[in-house]
């Protein structure tokens, strides 16, 4: 038997074991839950190897699946924060209500993931991408609050997006007869020249609405608050990815061949542009830290959409770069609001207030991450931006780096209220009793945070499978011209040689640091946050003075003509109109039969009138 | 081994020049400000008095570890962006780490002090200094923009991201860039009336309003080592300029006098403005440098 | 000489001197006092030129000045301002109420004597003190800070027990945090 199978097999053994054990016991459930994920993980990297292919014949399709260098980067993202936030999950979910039904769907989640990955033909990959729909939107769910707001949306765009997949395989079957993905990719350049316009977009819609793309992604702020925290790291870190894990594919095999592919993919590259900034701008202006995750989700996807677009080596290298930092960082974020979830009962900024010296490790984790996020050396999320600002710059896309940058410099302000909201400001008697999250919470987020460290300094040891990854599609080695282990070129040859700059900035950090920190020692002491200097006055216990309603009202101000629009009123308007078309249809049925006659006489005499021209 | 200390006796030689400079700017500045109200003013090695009374200042509190390294953040900022824009023309001076990072490093270098400080000065709880940093990184998303597309108007013009080569080319050419791109020079002496946050951009600390916002926590040491650095950083902002727009220069003299007239414009400038509000202050850099950057990019691209 | 106390070591006399030339004000304007400050900083007398400037809060100061009367309401946040500034401070009495009272002797809610609560250094007379005067307050504070006499915070600390017993008697809702330096 092959392994692949047996892959799957423990998956979904482990997830109906998990079921299933639930009756009998919490800790088995949960002891199932992690083995499998562990069984899964070891097994994956073990035994599957890098072109492992197997075909079978299933109700008369021929059906292939196998791993290339691609889908095993990807499966780095999948496995690696999958298996973190299941340990997160053990703590996060501890004493809630149908465990069963969340352990199952993330595992079958994990399954259907793995499945789009190592999918080698389109009913497969059809059926996974479902499977990974319906895991989702179930677990989007699970919480039972707003299910008609946050679920239906989720489940309509995916719905969308299957159709227009579902057709674009349709297209592609009658002509090629074959539904192997590398016999659609070698059949590409012979379709009509309609064809090849169609089949990349319908399956681009489909993708662009699991990346969150502008304008499919109203789902996406609703279902990433929604489900539970653990699973909305890998919702957004992981689940997210394989939207762009189809749109490179569809860029890389279908766009590069059609006779004039700049227009499409300079649209593409402007879509990703607008999610970033407008994901970037709804971000900062949210007060609930699930909400601004989500929509700061959408905006880093957005980055990675326009990497995928551009198409360049460095552009590409950076899109897959970031792809593995946004699992990172995110998945510490979204890991981070879990514990203050826990702890504090609420994610409000406007509510909870100073917990850095109550959960000091939380702090760090989400401050390691908020640095990677914002792009700010010398963490890995510098390396990505870097790439992306040059793979621009270099292949002549000024407006769009400005607009990029734009976003990613807007990007500090939901940064810093993130920050500022949970950890920083007035330390409030409300929260004294809040203590920090247990271990198994608090490990994995750090774990995430210093890997964004690592890659600040070290990015080579993304960049060499992901350049093995681009290999495989077709392009040419990058390493040495663009990149080694620690120092990155542009396609001008100017480079920046992290390992120095890193360890400058920790020299002169710790000089200054020890300097104030030594001089005056003695007479150096901590004041609480309640000892300001706020006009003399002293304020009292209850009195909160922390500064977090409104807080970007000026920025928000100037910007505010962008936002007046949200996307999802277009929809409602659409909706509407639909609604009124329909309206006015069914008054043709009005209960009359002397108005049927006449329906039937003004069509014989429409008849009689065109009756040359018809039947002639 | 011999290579590191190389690297801190430049980075050190570095500083105390930029600090020596940037503190007599400061002073300077006061005198300039005071002749302009009909004033004499302190004398021009004020600032070297204020900086050495902040540091020889007894006590000091903090408000927690984020607080106590915020000036920290600052500093790196500072030190960095000195040692990685070149301060005199073709290597005549410690090379420090000028081949080791480009003009997009810095320009995220030089907001990782600002963020840094943000995250101390929230940790004091002082809602004036919260409402501070809001301002200032509002007013970044403000001035960013322009400055990033001057920028980006140089690159694409010299096919170069790197500061040496910007300034090996003007030493070529004979040219100042700032005649070669005038759009991206105008748009980047805009921005950086909102980088030095003299008048009408001083809204981050705005001691009228907010009690100067971010610093209002910070007495004795925190507070020399913020103007210490606000002093090396000037001085290294100043210097970016003249290196990229301004040909360079070849010696002290040269450098002194140019960096000189470049700071006179947001100091002349703000003397005689008022103080513009959160939002005009970012529309401003929206507006007018935004159009300029927007120019300098179409003449980068197409002629 | 290097062991009499009355003489100051070299480190001191650097110190005395960058802080005699560097005095940052918090001027705690409660009376009519408030107005002979902008005379005194704008362009007729120019206090900037003694290194005199104005601090916005009071970690960053190093001179409070008290203009005028204080009421026994103020007089709270005066002590809860100087307590928050950072060593060494200083404190100039300005005008005749600081001294006795002025022509609010008999008032039943302010204050008489201003170092019954506060470590003052120099009173600056009058009523109201011309900004000369005020110039000449400063610069007779610097003499004192070069000698190494304006030692009011440290005589604070010393007699914190005595100040807070004649603080307390004015100040009837202490709630305060403890001074602890």
């Avoid at chain 1, 997006?161 to 012979?190: E, K, R, W």
């Avoid at chain 1, 677009?309 to 290298?317: F, K, P, R, S, Y």
């Avoid at chain 1, 940058?405 to 920083?424: I, N, V």
Wanted: aromatic residues 16%; contains cysteine.
């Amino acid at each position: 038997m092959n392994m692949i199978f047996i892959l799957f097999a423990v998956l979904l053994g482990g997830a109906l074991l998990t079921f299933f054990s639930n009756k009998v016991s919490g800790l088995l459930r949960d002891i199932f839950f992690l083995l499998t994920v562990l069984a899964a993980g070891v097994f994956f990297y073990l035994f599957i190897k890098k072109g492992d292919t197997v075909s079978f014949s299933l109700a008369g399709l021929n059906l292939q699946w196998g791993l290339n260098a691609f889908g095993w980067y990807f499966s780095l993202i999948v496995l690696g924060l999958s298996t973190l936030a299941a340990f997160y999950a053990l703590a996060y979910m501890r004493g809630k209500e149908r465990l069963g039904y969340f352990y199952f769907n993330f595992l079958v989640s994990i399954l259907s993931m793995l499945g789009i990955l190592m999918s080698r033909d389109l009913v497969s990959f059809f059926v996974f991408w479902e499977i990974m729909t319906w895991s989702s939107y179930f677990i989007v769910i699970y919480n039972g609050k707003n299910v008609q707001r946050n679920g239906i949306n989720y489940i309509i765009f995916s719905t969308i997006g299957a159709y227009a997949m579902l057709t674009a395989i349709v297209l592609v079957y009658t002509n090629t007869d074959s539904l192997i993905i590398s016999d659609m990719i070698t059949s590409y350049p012979q379709f009509t020249p309609v064809l090849q316009i169609f089949v990349p977009i319908l399956f681009l819609m489909a993708f662009s609405v699991k990346a969150a793309m502008m304008p499919l992604h109203v789902w996406a702020p609703d279902a990433y608050s929604n489900s539970p925290m653990a699973y909305s790291s890998v919702f957004s870190g992981a689940l997210s990815k394989m939207g762009i894990y189809g749109m490179i594919i569809v860029f890389v095999t279908m766009i590069s061949y059609l006779p004039d592919s700049t227009w499409f993919k300079e649209i593409f590259a402007w879509l990703g542009a607008i999610t970033a900034i407008m994901g970037t701008l709804w971000a900062v202006s949210q007060d609930d830290a699930r909400k601004l995750l989500a929509y700061s989700s959408i905006a880093q996807l957005g980055y990675i959409i326009t990497g995928v677009a551009i198409g360049t080596e460095l552009a590409m290298l950076s899109a897959l770069f970031l792809a593995v930092l946004h699992g990172l960082f995110k998945g510490a974020l979204f890991m981070a609001v879990g514990a203050i979830e826990r702890q504090t009962g609420t994610v409000n900024f406007t509510e909870v207030t100073g917990l850095i010296r109550k959960m000091p490790w939380t702090f760090i984790a989400s401050l390691l991450a908020i640095i990677a996020l914002a792009g700010i050396p010398p963490l890995g999320g510098f390396v990505g931006k870097w790439m992306l600002y040059e793979s621009l710059i270099n292949s002549n896309h000024y407006i769009l780096v400005i607009a990029i940058f734009f976003a990613s410099t807007a990007a500090f302000l939901y940064c810093y209220k993130f920050l500022f909201g949970f950890f920083l400001g007035q330390e409030e008697k409300e929260w004294e009793h809040v203590k920090e999250a247990p271990a198994l919470m608090v490990v994995p987020m750090m774990i995430l945070a210093i890997g964004t460290v690592v890659l600040g300094t070290f990015p080579g040891i993304i960049l060499k499978p992901a350049d093995i990854a681009m290999q495989s599609l077709g392009y040419a080695p990058t390493e040495g011209h663009l990149w080694s282990m620690s120092v990155l070129f542009n396609e001008w040859g100017d480079q920046v040689l992290l390992k120095p700059l890193v360890y400058a900035i920790a020299g002169i950090f710790l000089f200054f640091l020890i300097l104030l920190t030594v001089k005056g020692w003695k007479t150096m002491r901590y004041v609480t946050t309640k000892d300001i200097s706020s006009s003399g006055e002293v304020p009292l216990e209850d009195e909160n003075l922390t500064f977090s309603i409104n807080f970007f009202q000026p920025f928000m101000r100037a910007a505010g003509p962008v936002m007046k629009k949200r996307m999802i009123t277009y929809y409602r308007e659409f909706g509407k109109a639909i609604d009124i078309l329909f309206d006015f249809t069914r008054r043709i049925y009005n209960g009359n039969g002397q108005t049927y006659a006449i329906y039937v006489m003004i069509f014989l005499v429409i008849l009689l009138l065109l009756k040359n021209n018809l039947f002639g | 081994m011999g290579e590191i200390l190389q690297y801190t006796w430049g980075a050190i030689v570095s500083f105390v020049l930029a600090f020596f400079v940037g503190i007599t700017y400061m002073g300077l500045s006061r005198i300039v400000t005071a002749r302009v109200q009909n004033r004499i003013g302190p004398p021009w090695y004020q600032n070297f008095f204020d900086v050495f009374k902040l540091f020889s200042k007894d006590t000091s509190i903090h408000h927690g570890i984020m607080h106590h390294m915020g000036p920290a953040f600052m500093m790196v900022t500072a030190v960095m962006s000195l040692l990685i824009i070149p301060i005199f023309n073709g290597g005549s001076f410690f090379t420090n780490l000028n081949f080791h990072g480009d003009l997009i490093f810095l320009i995220y270098i030089m907001v990782f002090g600002p963020l840094g400080m943000a995250l101390g000065a929230g940790q004091t709880g002082n809602p004036n200094s919260a409402i501070g940093v809001t301002r200032g990184l509002s007013q970044i998303v403000g001035f960013e923009i322009p400055w990033v597309m001057a920028l980006v108007a140089l690159m694409i013009q010299y096919k170069t991201t790197s500061i040496v080569d910007l300034m090996n080319i003007q030493a070529e050419t004979g040219k100042w860039l700032m005649f070669t791109s005038p759009f991206a020079f105008i748009a980047a002496v805009l921005a950086m009336l909102g980088m030095f946050r003299y008048a009408p951009f001083d809204i981050v600390g705005a001691p009228q309003e907010l009690a100067s916002g971010p610093m209002s926590e910070n007495g004795g040491k925190y507070l020399f080592v913020m103007m210490s650095s606000g002093a090396v950083f000037a001085f290294a902002k100043l210097t970016l300029y003249v290196d990229i727009f301004m040909g360079g220069a070849n010696n002290l003299i040269i450098l002194v006098v140019k960096t000189f007239i470049l700071y006179m414009i947001p100091v002349l400038y703000g003397i005689v403005s008022p103080r513009y509000r959160t939002e005009q202050s970012v529309r401003f850099f929206w507006g007018w440098p935004t159009l300029f950057g927007l120019l300098a990019i179409l003449q980068a691209a197409f002629l | 000489m290097i062991n009499d106390k009355n003489s100051q070591k070299i480190v001191d006399i650097i110190r005395n001197y960058a802080r005699k030339h560097s005095l940052w004000i918090l001027a705690y304007g409660t009376g009519c006092g408030a107005i002979e400050l902008p005379p005194t900083m704008t362009s007729r007398y120019d206090a900037e030129r003694l290194g005199v400037r104005g601090a916005a809060t009071p970690r960053q100061a190093d001179l409070l000045l008290i203009t005028g009367y204080l009421t026994t309401k103020s007089l709270k946040r005066v002590i809860r301002v100087y307590e928050q500034m950072q060593d060494p401070k200083y404190v100039i009495g300005f005008g005749s109420c600081t001294i006795n009272g002025g022509m609010y002797w008999d008032s039943y809610n302010t204050i008489k004597a201003l170092d019954r609560y506060l470590p003052v250094d120099v009173y600056i007379n009058g009523c109201m003190p011309r900004p000369e005067a005020v110039l000449s307050g400063f610069a007779k504070l610097q003499e004192l800070i070069q000698d190494g006499k304006a030692n009011g915070a440290k005589e604070y600390k010393e007699n914190l027990k005595w100040y807070r017993d004649n603080q307390k008697k004015v100040i009837t809702n202490w709630k305060m945090p403890e001074y602890n330096w």
